[in-house]
């Protein structure tokens, strides 16, 4: 599992495998529209390691 926060878009993605997006990912919102939840659809045919995290931060573009 990956962890990517973008700074400069204020964007963070969760990538569980680096394989092409299948439908299966339900976000759940508050009354405001907030992200509260994730379900995954078919989790126990999917191959996640909870206990393998790496979190990274992007490098902001402006100074390249």
């Known amino acids: 599992m ?3 926060f973008d700074p400069q878009v204020d964007v963070l993605r969760i990538i569980f495998r680096d394989v092409p ?3 299966g990912v339900i976000l759940d919102y508050d ?5 509260v ?3 995954i659809l078919d989790a126990s045919k ?4 909870p206990r393998s995290i790496e979190y990274s ?6 100074s390249l």
């Open 2 to 4: 990956k962890v990517i």
């Open 31 to 35: 009354k405001d529209g907030m992200i």
């Open 37 to 39: 939840g994730v379900e």
């Open 46 to 49: 999917q191959n996640i390691n």
């Open 21 to 23: 997006i299948e439908p």
């Open 57 to 62: 931060i992007a490098e902001d573009v402006r």
